[in-house]
């Protein structure tokens, strides 16, 4: 059984108007281990369905399921623990906390229902030294190089072991080398976590790296023309 399930999702925004359709019946299925890029032009709705399947933003219309919940039935606070434990975000911006060390930005999702564990801080330390980072662990991110702040960001995503790892153009800032470098770290961590990936990118280059792509275009999920 698909552990990502999407039926007819549809998102829609008031305007003084009829309501601004952005996403209109997106339906797709993805196992365990799946990864998935999603291409298409600025304003077509990738952003939006990412916010959606991160459970930022709520769906006006249809369902989705992860592991066989769906969690926009749960209450806010049920809400964000399942956000929390289930999904890991990567964003091209990295989002790093510049006072704190390699580590403590990685134990950061940890941090929801108190102290880091002694696991926790572990496994930290195991994804710093899969993400090349075993030298660079006590540094700060000015410290860091672009790609060196992509990877710490892709050992944060993967920290609480999450069933979904959601990426928005994790390669966007980075030269082709850094690049090519940080799409193959991701696959592998992936392949190995057998987590569901899910990539938002411009990058064909990225895009192609991963088993399936797909174009969203007027709000639908298509196949991309060769």
């Known amino acids: 059984m698909a552990q990502l399930v999407l039926n007819d999702l549809q998102k829609e925004y008031p305007t003084r108007g009829e309501p601004l359709e952005i996403l209109k019946g997106i339906d797709l299925k993805l196992n365990r281990g ?5 291409i298409g032009p600025s ?3 990738k952003s939006t369905l990412l916010n959606v399947l991160g459970t930022l933003d709520h769906p006006t219309g249809g369902t989705y ?3 066989d919940i769906d969690p926009f039935e749960l209450a806010e606070d049920k809400l ?3 956000r929390n434990s289930n999904i890991g975000f990567i964003f091209q911006e990295h989002h790093l906390l510049p006072q704190l060390s390699v580590l403590e930005n990685i134990l950061i999702p940890t941090m929801a229902s108190g102290k880091p564990s002694t696991d926790d801080v572990t496994r930290a330390a195991t994804l710093i030294e899969r993400v090349g980072l075993a030298d660079r662990t006590h540094h700060r991110p000015s410290e860091l190089s ?3 702040r992509e990877r710490v960001a892709v050992a944060r995503a993967l920290i609480c072991a999450p069933a979904l790892v959601l990426a928005d153009e994790p390669t966007g800032n980075l030269d082709r080398k850094n690049a090519q470098q940080i799409g193959e770290l991701l696959l592998e961590i992936q ?3 057998e987590t569901i990936l899910v990539v938002v990118t411009h990058s ?3 895009a192609n790296m991963l088993g399936r792509q797909l174009e969203i275009n007027d709000g ?3 196949t991309p023309d060769a």
Do not use: C, H, Y
């Open 204 to 206: 064909r280059e990225l």
């Open 43 to 45: 304003g077509s709705g």
């Open 191 to 193: 392949q190995a976590e």
């Open 65 to 67: 399921t992860l592991n």
């Open 80 to 82: 964000a623990a399942f």
């Open 146 to 148: 672009g790609g060196e």
């Open 220 to 222: 639908r999920l298509t």
């Open 34 to 38: 799946d990864n998935l890029a999603i």
